[in-house]
Nanobody
Framework: QVQLAESGGGLVQPGGSLRLSCAAS????????MGWFRQAPGKEREFVAA????????YLADSVKGRFAISRDNTKNTVYLQMNTLKPEDTAVYYC??????????????????WGQGTQVTVSS
């Protein structure tokens, strides 16, 4: 079965950086676009970033453009999210997911139906 293991979260001060990793198994990783989403307490899960199957195209939410970058290593079945200049409003649980092509936009959580346990990112002084 598909398994996703996010890691790299933690507590960081505003302006700091973190690099999240997501190791995938149980699927042909290089065949799937991948996405990162986040969910803050009391809020819906929201799109953060996506990357094409071979990494040549990336997409970022407006709220993170210029601060975050998504990348992947298909030899390691891993997708990354580099987060710089972190803000308190970035505090959330971050999830990665393969895009399943269910007919929705890449920005829509409904186009992704496998999720890991997530990794907590807390930005606070």
């Amino acid at each position: 079965q598909v398994q996703l293991a996010e890691s790299g979260g933690g507590l960081v001060q505003p302006g700091g950086s973190l690099r999240l990793s997501c190791a995938a198994s149980g699927l042909t990783f290089s065949s799937y676009a991948m996405g990162w989403f986040r969910q803050a307490p009391g809020k819906e899960r929201e799109f953060v970033a996506a990357i094409s199957w071979n990494g040549d195209r990336t997409y970022l939410a407006d709220s993170v453009k210029g601060r975050f970058a998504i990348s992947r290593d298909n030899t390691k079945n891993t997708v990354y999210l580099q987060m710089n200049t972190l803000k308190p409003e970035d505090t959330a649980v971050y999830y990665c997911a393969p895009r399943m092509g269910l007919g929705y936009s890449r920005y829509d959580v409904r186009d992704y139906n496998y999720w890991g346990q997530g990794t907590q990112v807390t930005v606070s002084s």
